[in-house]
């Protein structure tokens, strides 16, 4: 299990649901069920009180990789989901070519990225 995966699940995944979550990492096999929560957030698998929406401007990327710099962001970031699925990309890279469904890790259990079909986020703890 990859540090950024573990500590995104201890940190935005409400409670009840993290040991579930932490087995689903763990393995190559049950990954997919994780991954697949990203694609709409509809089963409330993410705390909303580390939830930041990003709508309008803020959501375009320019925007949102100046907005994950400012908090701290590293140029580099785990990815989850999305294209890159378990690599660590460029940031920006990583932002403009995973498509929809995916978590960037930017500090691990502190701050990340997500945008799902639906919606986009920056976690933040």
Known sequence: MNIHEEAFVKAFVVPDRQERFLGFVKSLKSRKKLIREFDHL?????????????HGQASLWPNV???????GAPEKCWVMGGRFDGEEKELMEAMENSGDGFVLSCIPGKLAYMKTEDEEYILRR
Do not use: E, I, W, Y
């Not at 990789?65 to 908090?71: D, F, I, R, T």
């Open 42 to 54: 509809k089963s409330g698998l993410l705390d909303p009180k580390f939830l930041v929406p990003l």
């Open 65 to 71: 990789l100046a907005a994950l710099q400012k908090m």
